[in-house]
């Protein structure tokens, strides 16, 4: 068993070593090759810095059929750190805009909120069913890791 600051420093590695390669894959194919769990691209906007950004997740599904919601964690590999797109999903729902989630080459605009209480716990149990790293990224941190519902806007 390593040094809890070990254990960091191999989550980080691993989950840049995991990422970015995703990403480059993504690019290259045009989004028809990528990791083999499920997973969409989730574009906002830096909170901050007003830069357009865009982060691969994994999601579980709230719902079904095309109206269902995303829940996403902002797990960022169990690090104590929580993860820059979150906090630009909160500046999203500070403005109330829409976030854009990428699902099978399809753009899917959507609100966002921010879950807490009992209503996280199980979006968070949906999750631990879609990948079940996610029950080990909770073990390794402090924090609780924020989960965020991305609903689908209606058609005008």
């Not at 691993?14 to 997973?39: E, F, Q, W, Y």
């Amino acid at each position: 068993m390593g040094s809890p600051t070990r254990d960091r420093v191999v989550r980080f590695v691993m989950l840049n070593a995991l990422t970015r390669p995703h990403r480059l894959l993504d690019r290259l194919s045009g989004g028809r090759v990528g990791i083999p769990v499920p997973s969409v691209w989730v574009r906002t906007t830096g909170r901050r810095s007003g830069e357009p950004r865009r982060t691969p997740l994994v999601p579980a599904r709230d719902g079904t059929g095309t109206g269902a919601a995303y829940l996403v964690a902002a797990s960022s590999g169990g690090m104590e750190r929580t993860p820059a797109w979150s906090w630009n999903l909160r500046g999203h729902v500070e403005r109330a805009d829409p976030v854009v989630v990428e699902d099978g080459g399809r753009d899917v605009v959507t609100d966002v909120t921010e879950l807490t209480g009992a209503e996280r716990d199980a979006a968070f149990a949906r999750l631990v069913a879609v990948y079940r790293g996610f029950a080990s990224y909770q073990r390794h941190t402090s924090r609780t890791i924020p989960v965020f519902r991305l609903s689908p806007r209606s058609e005008p």
